[in-house]
């Protein structure tokens, strides 16, 4: 938050810097519950709605009356996305461009966010994000990197009981991540291709590394980059099951294999912390799609 400049001069105006910081740290108290308060009527919701579903294949109830009460939930449903989009737009004129997150409520096939970068061609990489879920069996996807040809050519995806693995040209490495506990995490990977060399970090800390993940093969440009999704086909293919539900924020990628220090600055918020050379958190950067939503987020300040 920055600090606005007052001319010097006796208390007034430090009173009055503290009741505008008051007054903004209130708002944003207020837009986080009214967010967290339209979400869970949104669940119940969809709730009802999948329930009225189930009735229906069941044969029971008057298909009328089904009709009628799943229009009346979806209008409502539509009515409380409609909410958050103003509430959502509110926040984003008050933020800067990196302070936000990424939530994905559901495991859909057509829910996501795009990267409007495409990656350069790299022989040495660290990608690094904050994540939160608390999904099972499985997270999901938080990221998918398909080029022409190749619909795997980087990706992490926790699927089904699977434990977290990352795929570069279709090969793939398990990971010691452990993060579907409802809490903020973050994780880093690094790798290089010479000898396919990766490590894996969770809040900071080593927690695994490994050699021949798709060695001396360097990561091809000019694909897409998708947030939320499994591709398996260029830009799209999703498939419900594989899909990422929880919160992303942070999302950055290097052309360098990062040090535990620089891993460490990150993990902790450091004032050292770099931003992606290649990938930047960037909102301007970002596009979102089919219901996932964008919300002021500070790491290391609103950690679970």
């Known amino acids: 938050m920055g600090i606005t400049r007052v001319e010097s001069g006796p ?70 996305h ?41 022989y040495a990489f660290t990608v690094c994000m904050w994540l939160k879920s608390s999904a099972a069996p499985g997270v999901g996807t938080p990221f998918s990197y398909a080029v022409p040809g190749q619909a795997n050519e980087l990706v992490l995806i926790e699927w089904g009981n699977n434990p977290m693995e990352i795929l570069i040209n279709d090969k793939v490495a398990k990971l010691p991540f452990v993060i579907n506990d409802g809490k903020w995490h973050h994780i880093c990977i690094t790798w ?59 999302f950055n990628i290097w052309d360098r294999k990062l040090t535990p220090g620089e891993v460490y600055n990150l993990a902790t918020c450091s004032t050292k912390a770099l931003s992606g050379n290649v990938i930047a958190w960037a909102e301007s950067q970002i596009d979102i799609y089919g219901g996932a939503t964008k919300w002021t987020f500070e790491a290391c300040r609103q950690i679970n």
């Not at 108290?29 to 189930?54: A, H, P, W």
Request: cysteine-free; glycine content about 10%.
């Open 11 to 80: 208390d007034p105006p430090v009173r009055a810097r503290s009741r505008s910081q008051y007054s903004r740290l209130n708002s944003s108290s207020q837009t986080n519950s009214l967010k967290d308060l339209l979400q869970s009527k949104i669940d119940d919701l969809e709730r009802q709605v999948l329930s009225r579903v189930n009735t229906l294949e069941e044969g029971k109830g008057g298909p009328r009356n089904d009709t009628e009460e799943r229009a009346k939930i979806e209008s409502a449903l539509t009515s409380l």
């Open 82 to 122: 409609q909410r958050i989009s103003e509430l959502e737009k509110g926040q984003k004129d008050n933020r800067p461009g990196d302070k936000f997150q990424l939530t994905f409520p559901l495991r859909t096939n057509y829910m996501y966010a795009k990267v409007r970068k495409s990656l350069p061609e790299m």
């Open 192 to 250: 290089t291709t010479r000898d396919g060399v990766w490590e894996a970090y969770q809040d900071g800390t080593q927690g695994g590394s490994g050699e021949n993940l798709a060695p001396y093969h360097p990561i091809k440009p000019q694909g897409v980059l998708v947030l939320g999704q499994e591709q398996d086909a260029l830009g799209g293919g999703f498939d419900a099951t594989q899909a990422f539900v929880g919160e992303l924020a942070h």
